[in-house]
């Protein structure tokens, strides 16, 4: 650890760059603090990357499947949810693509928040003893966390191909801008991942709070399910949880290549914008205090 530690010192100093603190600095409003939060990211890219490459390099480590581990959660999830609607034990309806690929694409988009989210909240109180020793901002851990989600997210991407072509599903060219409907949905991850790092760094039970939260979540998204149609449960799954918007437009993009639910989408998009400025600005002022909460 210590060793690990000097490394990242030396990567985080510079001889060239000094930087000047003003009794109020951190405190700042206005626009002006922002070109400042947005240049220290720049500053410190490298270490975002390294601090990406530690985490995934520690998550497969001295393990037998390495990588395949990632595939392996919801592929399993997949395959009991299919065997659970085969048997008729819950009463699931028919969805418009095989359903095997519908519950993995669904989970395949889920995962991104769930994982990222539960990463970042770990992401400050994991590495304690370098934050009291070592002087960085403390928002690229959070950044490095949603880095390695996305990274896992990317790994999935062969197995639904190969989920797409085993059950027959030809999705429609539009599925290329898959990307525009991930963005918003890692801003959403990322500004409750700023929230959530700093209250658990405040208060440990967040953590498990937020576990609890997260679980339950899954069964409130339209992830094993089509999403509702009839009143409330169509307001309550489709509006309430902004995570359903982008479940929803991102099948919609493989389905038909238009969003069924423009309204969902863009209410879940503006809601990720503002969480994620209020989330990281908020980070930035209580960030003085973390290291000594930890």
């Known amino acids: 650890m210590h060793t690990h530690a000097a490394r990242i010192q030396m990567k985080i100093a510079d001889k060239n760059k000094v930087t ?7 405190l700042k409003l206005g626009l002006r603090v922002w070109p ?15 601090l990406i490459l530690r985490d995934i390099s520690a998550r497969y480590k001295q393990s037998i499947m ?21 048997r008729k034990i ?26 990222g989210l539960t990463l ?40 639904l191909a190969a989920l797409f072509i085993w059950t027959g599903f030809h999705p429609t060219p539009a599925i290329i801008f898959l990307p525009l409907i991930i963005a918003p949905l890692v801003l959403l991850c990322t500004g409750l991942g700023f929230l959530a790092a700093l209250s658990n760094s405040f208060l440990r039970d967040i953590g498990n709070l937020l576990a609890i939260i997260i679980n339950l979540g899954m069964f409130a998204t339209p992830i094993i399910y089509p999403p509702p149609t009839t009143w409330p ?4 799954v489709n509006y309430l949880n902004p995570v359903s918007g982008f479940v929803n ?17 863009s209410s879940a998009t503006i809601l ?12 930035h002022i209580m960030e003085p205090k973390i290291a000594e909460r930890i």
């Open 20 to 26: 000047i603190y003003e009794p109020n600095h951190i």
């Open 36 to 50: 400042e939060m947005v240049g220290e990211l720049i500053q410190y890219r490298g270490l975002i990357w390294r």
């Open 66 to 86: 390495g990588i395949f581990w990632s595939f392996l959660t919801p592929l399993i999830m997949t395959l009991l949810f299919v065997w659970v609607k085969d």
């Open 90 to 115: 819950l009463q699931i309806t028919d969805t418009d693509m095989p359903y095997a690929a519908f519950v993995f694409y669904g989970q395949m988009i889920w995962l991104i928040f769930a994982q």
């Open 120 to 159: 970042a909240a770990q992401s400050l109180t994991a590495v304690g003893p370098m934050l009291r020793k070592i002087n960085f901002p403390k928002e690229i851990l959070v950044i490095s966390a949603i880095g390695q989600t996305i990274f896992e997210f990317l790994l999935r991407l062969p197995l």
């Open 233 to 236: 449960m169509s307001f309550l």
């Open 249 to 265: 437009a991102a099948r919609d993009l493989a389905l038909t290549g238009r969003i069924s639910d423009p309204a969902s989408l």
């Open 272 to 283: 990720a914008f503002l969480l994620f400025f209020f989330g990281w600005r908020l980070f």
